[in-house]
């Protein structure tokens, strides 16, 4: 059966987060490495919970600047200078994606994006990796109120792309994250960008170079 809408998990698939820029700017600012910010980071977000819209969100990050500031004793300059970080600026989108969702649009098939991402702005990353613009849905576990693997997310995104669960075909870089999809009857295939070369008869690409194949092999051809 030909697939009808191909739902892609965004980190690790669709883009990286830029850590050597990153921490080329935070580090020296804060004298702690990204590693220790990024932990102080999932203790706040657990204290505070995951924002469910964008207003949320901003406050969340806002305190969180607000918290580390008063650890380190930052002056206020260097306060304003955290408040104004956009985080958005600092995801890359892999060589291979837009190709990848140009393909998918080429075959008229509809483009979804699940991500247990925790914040609320999962488009607005989008847009500004250029993906967006061939993305018809892009649901974040925060907003929509389930994460992968549950099975709810997965029919969440199904049913917004218009499409049957078993009509979908998921890149996702988390093993259980492939096997909760394949549950439901989903064709789900293992992204591992470590890896040198496709297995495509274990379900595992290195990258999405391999995407055309594995749609021809559904029995996707191009739309006249």
């Known amino acids: 059966m030909a697939i ?4 892609f998990d965004r980190d690790g698939v669709l883009t990286e987060f830029d850590i050597d820029a990153a921490e080329a700017f935070l580090q020296p600012k804060l004298g702690i490495t990204l590693i220790e910010l990024a932990q102080r980071w999932v ?3 657990d204290l505070i919970g995951t924002p469910k819209n964008e207003a949320e969100e901003e406050d969340l990050i806002r305190g969180f600047w607000m918290y580390i500031s008063d650890l380190i004793e930052a002056d ?3 306060r304003q200078e955290l408040f104004a970080i956009d985080y958005l600026g600092m995801i890359r989108p892999f060589a291979d994606a ?5 393909h998918c649009k080429k075959l008229g098939l509809k483009v979804g994006v699940l991500s247990n991402f925790s914040l609320a702005t999962l488009g607005q990353s989008l847009a500004a990796s250029g993906l967006a613009d061939w993305v018809d849905y892009a649901a974040a576990a925060p907003v929509i109120g389930y994460a992968k693997p549950q099975a709810e997310a997965y029919y ?3 049913e917004k792309l218009g499409v049957a669960a078993e009509d979908c075909l998921l ?3 988390e093993p259980i994250y492939v096997q909760g999809a394949k549950t439901l009857g989903m064709t789900s295939i293992l992204v591992n960008r470590r890896l040198l070369t496709h297995d495509l008869d274990n379900d595992v690409i290195c990258d999405l170079t391999a995407l055309p194949t594995l749609l021809e092999r559904s029995g996707n051809t191009a739309v006249a």
């Open 98 to 102: 837009l190709a990848a969702v140009q």
């Open 171 to 173: 890149l996702d870089d």
């Open 156 to 158: 969440h995104i199904a």
């Open 43 to 45: 203790r706040w977000s």
């Open 76 to 78: 206020n300059e260097l």
């Open 4 to 7: 009808e809408a191909v739902i």
